[in-house]
Nanobody
Framework: QLQASGGGLVQSGGSLRISCAAS????????MGWFRQAPGKARESVAV????????FYVDSVKGRFVISRDNAKNTVYLQMNSLKPEDTAVYYC???????????????WGQGTQVTVSS
């Protein structure tokens, strides 16, 4: 089970950190990632971190602004979002998977989403 938290409303230029805690799985067996889905748009991969935390991948639109990290002792993955823009507004979903294709996680399990809203 994946439980996301930390979403909310923030002004443009602000920061927010969202978290996703995994239970019932051994986190070191999985890569983890964040996806987002804005209204009327397809779900897109935002950031991926490999099982050890030693490799990270980002979609171009968030590079330099978002940082993905994980704490395997806590079975938790984080997404630190800085310099937020209104176009970052979306429901953010965490996921686990065993395959990274390019810069995208191939998800096996999804968490429930957490809403992030950036006001202009």
């Amino acid at each position: 089970q994946l439980q996301a938290s930390g979403g909310g409303l923030v002004q443009s230029g602000g920061s927010l950190r969202i978290s996703c805690a995994a239970s019932g799985v051994t986190s070191t067996m999985y890569h983890m990632g964040w996806f987002r889905q804005a209204p009327g748009k397809a779900r897109e991969s935002v950031a991926v971190i490999n099982w050890s935390g030693g490799r990270t991948f980002y979609v171009d639109s968030v590079k330099g602004r978002f940082v993905i990290s994980r704490d395997n002792a806590k079975n938790t993955v984080y997404l630190q979002m800085n310099s937020l823009k209104p176009e970052d507004t979306a429901v953010y979903y965490c996921a686990t998977g065993t395959t990274i294709a390019g810069v995208r996680l191939i998800p096996n399990y999804w968490g429930q989403g957490t809403q992030v809203t950036v006001s202009s």
